[in-house]
């Protein structure tokens, strides 16, 4: 009989959370620990972006709590060992990513094996293990600042990646916490197709790939999730939702340089149908942007097009989910900064896909959304994928030779004195 494992992996950006502890964390925290109940997970794969937020500098020393609250909570009582990375050292420029990364395993799942990417082997997860602070040193995670020169013409900023391994149920497969970098420009966005910033990510991503896929370590399964940033083309669909306007571009009175595209309705009074700023977009219709999960703008979104050679995703039904509205009593708007788009994602390597166990039983179907439709969870909704995972041994018990081959052996510590195993 095969037997399955559930996991849950949720990617946040978190920074809203920190600008607005009072207003916001709250309910956000309410419903996580609501979708873990729902769920009922084994395993929970929690990746974070923008820790301390936008005014890291100020708020990093709550940082430390949050993480501490949802590790002690009541909703994670069940849940005996925990591994926690924050990278919060904001003063090594060079290195800083703002990246957290939470695993908790639940006190049925056995047999869960962490990689020390510094020995080349792996280690059995007994307790609590938690690292604040510069993870420079710290063996079973590798994290990485994206190199400045990758694009030298813009603000380098604390975007990078995060990544550790694991053995679940027999199963090697790699867990890669990431941001990429945004659009900071609405106006140099509309100047091309792709833009610029996509051309960028394009970069960026292709560079993570390779560097979880290249030889310094047995190449696993993968999971890529975090804020991706990827956004709509937005020339494409400008061009789109103005093609029965006029379109005006206003110049800046000493260049020719455009800092406003206004498109006004060619009758009903010239009424402005969109605007767009270097932070604006402000469309009239907002709603098409919600009916039916936005799924008529998905043709737009076309960055991960360029992966499908060595990545997947899920089918998307639900509406972008940035940049939501900041303001409590507006959960389900939209801001006017930026055209909305799916930002946080969950892709997977092809061979991931593979042990993903699909079931036709609606108890324990993948899903694959985001959390809080209706309550103000800052300006990026979370999102996850609830797996089931197929048990690729069919036994009560995993057995150490059951190990897959390219496993030289397994260390089984507390950290402070390994004890290799016989026979693996």
């Known amino acids: 009989m095969e037997t399955f494992t559930d996991v849950l992996l949720v990617t946040a950006n978190v920074g809203s959370l920190f600008d607005n502890v009072g207003e916001i964390q709250n309910g956000w925290l309410q419903e996580l620990y609501k979708t873990i109940h729902s769920y009922k997970p084994q395993f929970i794969a929690l990746h974070f972006q923008e820790v301390g937020g936008k005014d890291y500098m100020l708020n990093m020393a709550r940082a430390e709590n949050f993480f501490w609250n949802i590790e002690s909570s009541e909703e994670m009582k069940d849940f005996d060992r925990v591994c926690i990375y924050v990278d919060n050292q904001f003063q090594a420029e060079d290195s800083f990513t703002a990246l957290g990364s939470m695993y908790f395993i639940h006190k049925t799942l056995k047999n869960i094996y962490q990689f020390d990417f510094n020995v080349k082997d792996f280690k059995a997860v007994l307790e609590h293990n938690k690292y604040v602070g510069c993870l420079d040193n710290v063996s079973t995670v590798e994290k990485e600042k994206f190199p400045k020169n990758f694009w030298p013409n813009f603000k380098w900023s604390r975007k990078g990646f995060m990544r550790t391994r694991w053995i679940i149920h027999n ?251 016989p026979g693996v």
């Not at 009560?396 to 507390?414: C, E, G, N």
Request: charged letters at 25%.
């Open 171 to 421: 199963q090697g497969l790699d867990l890669v916490n990431i941001h990429l970098f945004h659009d900071a420009s609405n106006l140099i966005a509309c100047n091309s197709s792709p833009s610029i910033y996509s051309a960028n990510r394009k970069n960026a991503l292709r560079y993570v790939i390779n560097r979880i896929s290249d030889d310094r370590y047995t190449a696993l399964p993968f999971f890529l999730f975090g804020d991706f940033n990827f956004r709509l083309d937005t020339l494409s669909l400008v061009q789109h939702l103005s093609i029965e306007t006029d379109v005006q571009r206003v110049t800046k009175d000493s260049s020719n340089e455009v800092e406003k595209i206004i498109c006004e309705e060619k009758d009903n009074d010239h009424q402005v149908l969109l605007q767009i700023e270097e932070k604006l977009f402000a469309y009239l219709h907002q709603a098409v942007f919600r009916e039916d999960n936005g799924r008529a703008l998905l043709e737009y979104d076309k960055e991960i097009a360029a992966f499908n050679d060595v990545i997947r995703e899920e089918a998307i039904m639900f509406p972008p989910s940035y940049p939501y509205s900041e303001d409590y009593t507006k959960p389900t708007q939209y801001m006017n900064t930026r055209c909305p788009a799916w930002c946080d994602r969950i892709l997977m390597s092809h061979s991931a896909q593979d042990f993903i166990q699909k079931r036709d039983d609606d108890e324990k179907k993948i899903v694959y959304n985001t959390v809080g439709p209706n309550v103000c969870m800052g300006d990026h909704k979370i999102t996850i994928d609830s797996d089931p995972f197929l048990r690729l041994q069919v036994c009560k018990h995993t057995s150490f030779r059951a190990l897959p081959q390219w496993i030289d052996s397994v260390i089984v510590t507390h950290y402070d004195q390994p004890t290799r195993l």
